[in-house]
């Protein structure tokens, strides 16, 4: 066999996300800092109250920030909306108020149209009427005048 062959090989499975080693880093690592520490219990209490205290204090700092600045978004994206919803309202009371004055003007051509049809056929009665009128006066003075010559 070759060398190669002969080596050992080491084989890594790994199961999960590596969550939980990195908190279990922690605790260990938590617990030599305070065994090897340089100062007394009392002293590291007191020590990690103030560092709480500050990162306390900072943490409310920071949201009251975030808070701001989320605030200040929010004002800020509902302005722009309702000019958005303002503009919109706008556009729709010009089209409405050109679509009204596009049907009133339909109404009204189609009035004057009507008017000008019942004129004009009036006028063609009239036409038609007065025709009639001479057509039986032509035939009393045709029957007239035949009488006249017989």
Do not use: C
Not at 42 to 59: I, M, N, P, S, T
């Amino acid at each position: 066999m070759s060398e190669n062959q002969q080596q050992p090989y080491v084989i890594v499975e790994k199961h999960g996300s590596g969550l939980a080693a990195f908190f279990w880093g922690t605790i260990v690592g938590a617990a030599a800092a305070l065994l090897f520490a340089p100062m007394t219990g009392k002293e590291a209490q007191d020590e990690l109250r103030e560092g709480a205290r500050r990162v306390r204090e900072g943490a409310g700092e920071r949201l009251t920030e975030i808070r701001g600045s989320v605030g200040q978004g929010v004002e800020k994206a509902r302005s722009e909306v309702e000019g958005r919803v303002d503009t919109a309202r706008e556009s729709v009371r010009e089209r409405r108020r050109r679509a009204e004055e596009a049907l009133k003007a339909g109404k009204d051509a189609a009035t004057r149209a009507r008017s000008d049809l019942e004129e004009r056929m009036a006028e063609s009665k009239a036409a038609y009427k007065a025709a009639l009128d001479v057509g039986e006066d032509g035939d009393a003075d045709d029957a007239d005048e035949e009488a006249e010559a017989s």
